[in-house]
Every structure is written in C-alpha cells, then in structure tokens.
Nanobody
C-alpha cells in the first residue's frame, strides 16, 4: 500500500524558515515525479512544487519562486521542501504525492505563519 508521511510543519513567524519532509512507501520511488501540494482553509488544494525522478525541480508556483526549494533523496524515498522567507499566505496543510498517480493523500503537515 502506497503511503506518504509528511513532517516538519509548525508555527513560524513571517520571514522564518521550515523544512518539510515526506517519507514515501513507494516501490521504484526514483521512477516518479513527486510534488508538494498545500491546502489553505476554505481553498482548493494546489500544487506548490514538483521535482523530476532524477532530482531536477520542474515547477514552482509563482508565489513561492525564489523562496521555496524542492529536493529529493531517492535512496531514502524522501522528498523535501525547504521554505524560506515564509509569509502568512503560506499558511496551509502541506502534502506530498506522485504527480501522475492518483494516490491517496497522507495526513499532511500543518504550516502556520503568524506573528
């Protein structure tokens, strides 16, 4: 059964940083494009960033360009999201998933940016 376990969220002040991690129990993890998504209260889930199977960032949402970096370690079946210069509008539950497969969502990790 495919599972994604996200961690690393928390409460941070505007301008602060967080590093999210996502551990995936996916066979042949290195074969898939992975994405980080987020869902803010009352809003639809949106793709934040994606990364190729070999570790090349593919897409960033315009609002996070220059602030967020997506990375992966295939040997650990883990994908990361380094988030710098956080803003209140980044507040959301963050999830990871394969971008081309309709996997079930994990529990996500809450990120709250507030002073």
């Amino acid at each position: 059964q495919v599972q994604f376990v996200e961690s690393g969220g928390g409460l941070v002040q505007p301008g602060g940083s967080l590093r999210l991690s996502c551990q995936a129990s996916v066979m042949q993890f290195s074969a898939y494009i992975m994405g980080w998504y987020r869902q803010a209260p009352g809003k639809e889930r949106e793709l934040v960033a994606s990364i190729s199977s070999s570790g090349v960032p593919l897409t960033y949402r315009d609002s996070v360009k220059g602030r967020f970096t997506i990375l992966r370690e295939n040997a650990k079946r883990t994908v990361y999201l380094q988030m710098n210069n956080l803003r209140p509008e980044d507040t959301a539950v963050y999830y990871c998933r394969r971008t081309d497969v309709q996997d079930a969502w994990g529990q996500g990790t809450q990120v709250t940016v507030s002073s």
